[in-house]
Every structure is written in C-alpha cells, then in structure tokens.
C-alpha cells in the first residue's frame, strides 16, 4: 500500500494505489490550499489550478493534459493534487521552504554525527595512547631511579677521595690526589644534574600518557634514558678518580691520622691520638698565636 507523507505537518497516510491525491489530503486533514482558494477553487475539476503540491520524493506518473496545461511553465516538482493518483510513496508539500528546513536539520544532524565520531575518534586513539605510553613511562622512572643510583655512588665516591686527600701528608702526592679529587667532586656534580633532567624527562612522560600521546611520551622516556647514561658515566669518572687518589695515597705514606696515631701511642703508652693530625696542627697553632698574643 502506498504511503503519501504530508511533510508540512509530518503526516503519514497509506491508501490504496491510485487513489486521488487531493481526496485523501482532505480525508488527512490537509488542505492542499492556500488563503482563500480553500473556498474558492474548482472543486477537484482541474480548472482553477490552485491545487499545487510539490512531489519532492517518491514516483508519480507523468503530468496529464489538464496538468499540462494548466501548470504550464511551472516547474517539475508542482503537480495538481486533484489530478495526481497515488501509486508509490511519495513525499509532497504545498511549501518549498520546509524542504528547505527540512534539508537544513538533516544537514544539522549530520554535522552533529560527524563531530561526535570525531570525538570518539580522538578519545579511541588517546586511549590506545595511554596504553602504549604505559611501557615508557615505566622506563622512564627506572631510568630516573638509576640515575640517582649511580649519583647517590658517585657522591659517595667523592667524599672517600676528599677524606683520603684530607690525611694526606703535603708532597707531590697529595697535590696529585687533591687534583684527582677535585675531578671526583665534578663528576659527582655531573651526576646529580644528571638525576634532575632524568626526573624532567620522567614527568614529561607521565604527563605524555595523560594526554594519549605515546610518541612524546616515547621522546621523554629517551630523554631519561640519555639522562641516566650520562649518570652512570659521571660515576664511572668519579671511581676512576677515587682509585687515583687512592693510588697516590698508598704512595705517600702513612696518612696524618696514621701518624698523629702513633705520636699519640708514642707519648701516651698504648694510647691512641684522641685527635687527627690535621686537627691537632691546627690546636697547636691557635696555642701558639694566643701565647704569642
Ligand atoms: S482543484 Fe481546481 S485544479 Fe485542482
């Protein structure tokens, strides 16, 4: 059965084929007139020709000769109604501009589709994002962690070269030592640089997997990595420097506490120094200006 769809007032009629277009809008409740043509026209006789609707869908025959003449001109949409019979479904209106405005909402929810599958879009790849930032964020904090590793190694490896130089007798060695020392010390200050651009780096990878965005997250995780090389190298340096100072150490001799040590034994009996030797030059010399004084 063939469905005539009102679209001025969104009504949908079904009747049987070849029914007369003009007879069921009024069995619909829809004029196919305007004004005062609703009282004024022919009554369906194909005479006056103020019963236009326009066909925007569907399959009609073709114009008739009362349609012909009377819609002469005109263009192809407009039909009389009460000429048309209804074979198929079809889509009329008395009013263009609502095809207009129809058009236009269609067009309106078809953006409003787009955007939403956009957005989906986005939130789908942001996900699969995340998940493969995860792997580099997890190397990006071991990286940071072993880069405090190797600075926290590196620190202490330059202190040990300090205490070393710190007992050292004055000579040749010493100096060699405190040079070596001097270059630990550096190398250690590489080293905790090093940990800060590896935390940088690290939270620039989190914050990459927040976003979805696995390729900076992927850049930071290098970032770190680079970082915690550059860690491990600062601290190799500064435990080549330590066995230098410790080289030069076993060359000089017997460090001040050593010698303070046995002074103190030599004076004292079996009795150790109770102070280093650096500590108790520097005692001797206070004594010594004060009684100068
Ligand atoms: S009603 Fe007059 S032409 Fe159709």
Request: hydrophobic letters at 40%; charged letters at 30%; proline letters at 3%.
């Amino acid at each position: 059965m063939p469905v005539v769809h009102f679209i001025d007032v969104n009504r949908k009629v079904e009747c049987v084929p070849g029914a007369n277009l003009r007879e069921l809008a009024m069995e619909a409740s829809y004029s196919v007139y305007h004004g005062v043509r609703k009282l004024l026209n022919c009554h369906g006789e194909g005479l006056c020709g103020t019963c236009r609707v326009a066909v925007v869908a569907g399959r009609t025959m073709p114009r008739n000769e009362v349609e012909q003449k009377r819609l002469k001109g005109v263009p192809e949409p407009w039909r009389l109604a009460c000429q048309l019979e209804v074979l198929d479904n079809i889509t009329v209106t008395t009013n263009l501009g609502v095809i207009d405005r129809a058009a236009a909402e269609a067009q309106a929810r078809a953006d409003r589709a787009a955007r939403m599958r956009q957005v989906a879009i986005r939130e789908h790849e942001a996900a699969v994002g995340r998940k493969e930032a995860e792997s580099e964020v997890e190397a990006a904090d071991a990286d940071a962690k072993q880069a405090e590793v190797d600075s926290a190694k590196a620190g202490q490896e330059a202190k040990t070269a300090r205490g070393l130089v710190e007992n050292m007798p004055d000579g040749p060695a010493r100096d060699t030592a405190a040079e070596a020392a001097k270059k630990a010390h550096q190398a250690a200050s590489d080293a905790m640089h090093a940990v800060a651009d590896a935390k940088v780096a690290a939270h620039d990878a989190h914050v990459a997997q927040e976003k979805g965005d696995a390729k900076a997250a992927h850049a930071a995780e290098e970032q770190a990595r680079a970082a915690e090389q550059r860690a491990a190298k600062a601290e190799s340096v500064a435990a080549k420097h330590l066995a230098e100072v410790q080289e030069a150490a076993a060359k000089a001799g017997p460090a001040r506490a050593e010698v303070a040590s046995e002074a103190g034994a030599t004076a004292d009996g079996d009795k150790p120094a109770k102070a280093p030797a650096r500590t108790a030059a520097k005692s001797k010399t206070k004594t010594e200006t004060k009684t100068e004084e």
